[in-house]
């Protein structure tokens, strides 16, 4: 076993070598212009183009024809936001979204505000799951779009979105999902759950950096989008600039390997998942699951423990990579806005962890988390007094401190 452990494939995940391979051609040998009509160098490039095509179409029961490639979900989730407010602004000038969002929605949100669009942030439950009841009141016959994301990335709790997509479409109303963390790991079906846009990353899915697709719905309804990079008209005009090729053929190829592999890898990566759950619970007291533990991806645990300090138990576990719920910005610590939202108090937000199990982690890694972690929270509550104090039954939460 090799240290550091990485156990953080929400941020980012390795390439798989199966996809390296096929995208290495594509740098040396194949590097037409997929735009180049006239040639061999670019009807070659455009034949793999139009495989990846087909290849990431296939994954969420799409056609070729509503995949648009894009630098990767940032820009995904941009183009879906400002693509569909600008167009449909005629229609109507609000959107529904949640506080639990990725940034590149919560982002776009917040500048859309600026330029005159109504949004409406619904809450969601502690379990961390949009209330379908909520989002049923919250549409209005100025809704144009409800972008909500399929999983989170910090959490992993599944959002209902057969339930969003049916609802939207009986409303009328344009329904997005940034699927970034679901495509590849959990079945999508953009038929079957009644979804117009999806965003997708190919570095959240074993493929490389810098590239990314939106799936646009041609048929019932079309929907269509302003673009928001103009030059060239790539992509029927959704996005222009020249088609990254290796990075494309990256993609598709880790969409078929996520296709074919799926049922067994989701089946594989729960496995471990719970392992790591029951050793560590088994073996600590006052460890707390953030969001929902049954609608959840297979890859996922969050968990806050108690009576610890966040920066500690990171420290204490350096040969680990895995993310905590505290965000570093600027000077001070803010807690994750995401716990923040399920109602997860500072405390319990600044202690928790996110681990994020891949394709490449092993039984033995998870055991060697799993111990380290066991290792350093029973260590650092040893040093609490307020641990101790809560052992002898003591409710913390009552006593009062002498001021000096
Ligand atoms: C990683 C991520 C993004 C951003 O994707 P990039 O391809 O890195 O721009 C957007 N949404 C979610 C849910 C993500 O996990």
Not at 82 to 88: D, F, I, P, T
Not at 189 to 210: E, F, R, T, W
Not at 354 to 378: H, K, L, Q, S
């Amino acid at each position: 076993m090799k240290l550091p452990i990485y156990m953080d494939n929400h941020a980012t995940t390795p390439v798989d070598p199966r996809v390296l391979k096929q995208m290495l051609p594509f740098f040396t040998e194949v590097y037409g212009n997929a735009a180049s009509r006239n040639h061999e160098f670019g009807w070659k490039a455009e034949e793999a183009v139009d495989k990846a095509r087909r290849q990431v179409a296939d994954l969420i029961n799409a056609t070729p024809k509503e995949i648009v490639f894009t630098s990767g979900a940032t820009e995904s989730d941009n183009l879906a936001l400002k693509g569909v407010a600008q167009m449909y602004r005629q229609k109507g000038n609000h959107i529904i979204s949640l506080p639990t969002e990725h940034k590149a929605i919560g982002d776009c949100c917040k500048r859309l505000e600026k330029d005159g669009f109504q949004v409406s942030i619904l809450p969601v439950r502690k379990d961390g799951l949009v209330d379908l009841d909520d989002l049923r009141r919250a549409i209005t016959d100025k809704t144009i779009l409800i972008s909500i994301m399929a999983a989170n990335n910090e959490i992993g709790v599944l959002q209902p979105i057969a339930e969003i997509g049916k609802l939207a479409h009986e409303k009328g109303v344009v329904f997005h999902t940034d699927a970034t963390q679901a495509v590849g790991k959990v079945p999508l079906d953009v038929q079957a759950m009644n979804i117009d846009l999806l965003s997708i990353s190919a570095h959240k899915m074993y493929g490389p950096k810098g590239v990314g697709a939106l799936y646009v719905r041609r048929k019932k309804p079309r929907i269509q989008i302003t673009p928001i990079i103009d030059g060239g008209g790539h992509e029927r005009g959704m996005r222009s600039g020249t088609l990254a090729v290796p990075n494309i053929v990256g993609l598709g190829a880790a969409c078929e390997i996520c296709q074919k592999e799926m049922p067994q890898e989701s089946v594989r990566m729960q496995g471990l998942r719970d392992r790591l759950q029951k050793r560590i619970q088994s073996r600590l007291d006052e460890v707390y699951i953030n969001g929902s533990m049954e609608h959840r991806l297979p890859q996922n645990l969050n968990l806050s423990f108690a009576y610890v300090e966040g920066e500690s138990l990171l420290m204490g576990i350096n040969d680990v990579a895995v993310s905590s719920g505290s965000a570093c910005t600027s000077a001070t610590l803010e807690p994750s806005y995401v716990l923040k939202a399920l109602g997860v108090g500072e405390d319990l937000a600044h202690t928790s962890i996110r681990f994020g199990v891949g394709r490449f982690n092993t039984e033995e890694e998870i055991d060697y988390v799993a111990d380290r972690v066991i290792e350093t929270v029973d260590r650092l509550r040893e040093l609490s007094p307020l641990y101790e104090m809560a052992k002898e039954g003591i409710d913390v939460s009552k006593v009062s401190w002498a001021s000096e």
